[in-house]
């Protein structure tokens, strides 16, 4: 009866040992996932090191992985070790006297990646360039307030008063002019500073083939024009001032007005005018290296742009919800990262999760900048990247 026990034993403990390795299995869509979510977090520490980089006044230099192929590998390995008394007559089998099962698992999980690099003319021509007034209109959308998209935008505004010197404000918290540059772009955000998009109207061209044509149009339009169509066709900054509003209390001449007539324009000269100069994705790399530099000063200057009527209530509570970027150098060990990077003098640098401001939309708003330099599928084999 003993043995009969012990025989039991052994087939319950082999059955056991086939199903070890079941959930030991790699998963295709776990794997996929977390390469994903490392790419991400690499794209966003790469931001944030070239930021630091501008910082301290280095070269910026990008890079890219452009493919990644991975592979998951089980091994299984299972074993009984069984220890038999002597043979019998009556017992041919003879008597189990033990069974030590053993089993080993292995998973292994492996991927190789290119990484290529950015910097060529073709990349670093676009990257230099003033970003086009249609590039940017794309970027004027609801959930992005518009005193941070013209913050990061706009490198200068120059001031013309009637019968005096143009006088220039910088876009700096290191610069001794910044104080005037954010009261005069406050004052244009109130007189309503806005990217008006400016259409193009496409009229159909006539089908000769068609003897019925005008009379389509006609019944089509109920009138004797055509249907015509409208598209964008570029952006301009301009005042979207209350139409209501007397012209004698607007802030600046009347040619900056969204919408205004013709005959409005030689009317109250005494206003003042304005030039506003745009800048480069380059730029607004450097100017957020001055805003790192200027929180890292003894007594801290941090970008902080109050709301305007249209800004939507966010991260209530929180101190720092409207300053523009936050960083921390050197931030203590426990500190739950947003993205982190390690600056060329391997100080650390993070941004945080929690009371970061706007700084997860200015990563995004910088991450698209870098994007929309590339041409989609133009990564070859070898480490490289044409960029348009």
Known sequence: MMNRYRFYLVIVTAAILSGCGAHYTPSFTKMSTGYAQYLAQYQTDSILMNLVRASEEKPLSFLDIPSINASGTTNQNHSIGLSLGGLAADNFTGAIVSASPTSSVGVGTSFNFTQSSLDNATFWKGFLTEIPMRVAGMFRTPHIPREVIFSL???SIEIKEPNQKPVTYFNSPLDPTYQKFNEALY???NEGLELEPVFQTNAPSKTTNDPNYDKNAQQNTGSG??????????????????????????????EHYCGISMNEKDLFNGKARFVIRMRSPKNIFNYLGDVINAQQKE???FVTLPPTPETKNRKEGQSRRYVLFVVQKNPPIDLATYASAVGSYRDEYAIPKENNGYSPL???L??????MNKISGSFPQQPAVLIR
């Open 187 to 189: 004052e244009m955000l």
């Open 225 to 254: 024009t055509q249907s015509t169509t409208q598209s964008v066709q570029d952006f301009r900054l301009c005042l979207k001032h209350n139409p209501n509003q007397s012209t004698l209390k607007r802030s600046f001449h009347p």
């Open 362 to 364: 200015v990563m995004d």
């Open 299 to 301: 007594s801290p200057i």
């Open 366 to 371: 910088l991450s698209n900048m870098i994007i």
């Open 153 to 155: 935008l706009i490198e």
